[in-house]
């Protein structure tokens, strides 16, 4: 069965700042997905975890799992770029990597 997030925390009797709490994330993090926002994975993980012990302890057979609620917005995975300072100014790493890779893949003949 699927529920919004705002109808777990009714049923739980748990405010905004109770599940802040529960999930060590912040508050902002618990509002952002109340008004289904997208938040980070690790961040739906653990308040996905929380509701679930919750549940646990009302003596419930089923898990709360994240298809289990309606509207939580996962953000997708960015990755960092980083750059380096050249002579040509400044270059992504995974550049500098990719190329040194190609000369070193030449130089054995690979």
């Not at 529920?3 to 902002?28: G, T």
């Not at 653990?46 to 646990?56: M, N």
């Not at 190329?99 to 893949?105: A, F, G, P, Q, T």
Request: net charge positive; charged share 25%.
């Amino acid at each position: 069965m699927q529920m919004k997030l705002a109808e777990y925390l009714d049923r739980f009797s748990w405010s905004q700042a109770e599940l802040s709490r529960q999930a060590n994330v912040s508050p902002q993090c618990v509002r952002r997905a109340l008004a289904g926002e997208k938040i980070a994975r690790r961040n739906a993980e653990k308040i996905v975890a929380a509701l679930d012990r919750k549940f646990q302890t009302q003596g419930a057979k089923a898990h709360i799992t994240m298809g289990s609620i309606k509207g939580l917005q996962i953000r997708d995975l960015r990755h960092k770029h980083y750059f380096v300072h050249t002579k040509n100014g400044m270059t992504p790493l995974w550049d500098l990597l990719r190329d040194s890779r190609l000369r070193i893949y030449n130089a054995c003949g690979i």
